[in-house]
């Protein structure tokens, strides 16, 4: 009986302070084999045909990678085969993707041809102001992202104030030679990665963790309230593998899109994740858990309790009522979806859907014959569909 692939769930972008923040180009490398951009408006089955693949890859053994969206995470942007190189993107607003190699890497699957163009233009009023709408509700959610990042930097500023960096200059430096004091600098450097784990959509703080880290033996889960040089440790770590020549993926924080939140070293089976609300990991029995508030002083911390709390509440406070305008944006996105749906002929995507699993099975047989071993793109599967 043939072993089904795996399946690791990522965010390659995502609602931030800054607005919609995107590592698209993140997603597959650029030497890939093969990258099909899907077009089209919303509700034409443009998360479904993607779905449908991975589904069909994953039952002959292929591993993938889901990338969910942000604004829907239900629906996906992306899947990525990494062993043979071959990755099928949703190309349309807010994540634009265009052919960077046309024709012979990229190329457009566009699935506006299969709409019944008149039905759907005698809908376009309702489109523009369900378009609009969306645009509103968003911007809406940003600012209030934004005002929930300026309190969550106080709410860190408070315990930053209270902390020993030098303790936790030794805490990071601890585990860097516990993990690469045998291994020399590269003459080369490692490749950085750069994606979500978590994202702020319309349910919440949404991550798929466990799938990230499910292949990693050892694994870190690193503890402490905001602003307690989590982030610090996991960036020099990261920076440690890739001075030593490692491929390292990097995962980002929504409320701040460029601090490192997870840290995965495939080759050496090595994670690192923060678990702090919004975004919190359960520890599992095998995992180590490493607590920044060592490095605290309780007296200043007591202190200031009551700043504390103040700054708690509001972050709470302002973080949902931007879940709240992210989830009226969907509202507005499922509408639009109503006047493409019924009009599309969904037999005819999936006459194409099926043509475009036999060219991806043709070119991982391709590709598999041509280097005979996985590219290593990708890591810590969980289980099949």
Not at 10 to 29: C, K
Not at 76 to 88: K, R, Y
Not at 313 to 332: H, M, N, P, T, V
């Amino acid at each position: 009986m043939q072993t089904k692939g795996g399946i690791k769930r990522v965010f390659p972008g995502n609602n931030t302070p800054d607005g919609f923040f995107s590592y698209y180009d993140y997603i597959i490398p650029k030497n890939a084999n093969r990258v099909f951009v899907i077009k089209g408006g919303p509700g034409v089955g443009k998360s479904t045909f993607m779905r449908a693949i991975a589904k069909d890859m994953v039952e002959r053994g292929y591993n993938v990678e889901m990338h969910h969206c942000s604004s829907d995470n239900g629906s996906i942007d992306g899947v990525v085969f990494p062993e043979i190189g071959i990755g099928i993107l949703d190309g349309t607003w807010p994540h634009v993707v265009d052919p960077k190699v046309p024709g012979a890497v990229d190329e457009i699957v566009w699935l506006g041809e299969f709409w019944d163009e008149k039905s759907v233009r005698a809908h376009k009023k309702e489109i523009l102001q369900a378009q609009k709408g969306a645009e509103s509700v968003f911007r809406r959610a940003y600012r209030f992202l934004k005002a929930a990042q300026i309190i969550y930097e106080d709410w860190e500023s408070i315990y930053m104030e209270a902390m020993d960096f030098g303790r936790a200059n030794m805490i990071a430096e601890h585990i860097i030679h516990e993990n690469f004091a045998h291994i020399e600098v590269a003459a080369k450097p490692g490749f950085q990665r750069k994606l979500f784990a978590s994202a702020i959509t319309p349910d919440g703080m949404v991550n798929y963790l466990n799938s990230i880290v499910a292949g990693c033996k050892k694994r870190y889960v690193i503890c402490g309230h905001p602003g307690t040089g989590k982030s610090v440790l996991l960036h020099k770590v990261a920076q440690a593998a890739l001075e030593r020549g490692f491929f390292v993926e990097t995962y980002f924080c929504p409320l701040h899109p460029h601090k490192v939140e997870h840290v995965v070293v495939p080759e050496l089976g090595l994670a690192l994740t923060k678990s702090i609300e919004p975004h919190t990991y359960i520890p599992c029995r095998e995992d180590r858990v490493v607590d920044m508030n060592c490095c605290l002083d309780d007296g200043i911390v007591e202190k200031h309790y009551p700043y504390i709390v103040r700054a708690q509440d509001e972050f709470s406070r302002l973080f949902s009522s931007s879940i709240y305008y992210i989830g009226q944006a969907k509202q507005y996105h499922d509408a639009l979806e109503e006047f493409y749906a019924p009009n599309m002929d969904f037999e005819g995507i999936e006459k194409l859907r099926q043509t475009i699993v036999g060219r991806t099975l043709a070119y991982a047989r391709e590709a598999e014959s041509e280097t005979g071993q996985n590219s290593g793109f990708g890591y810590g599967y969980g289980p099949g569909l």
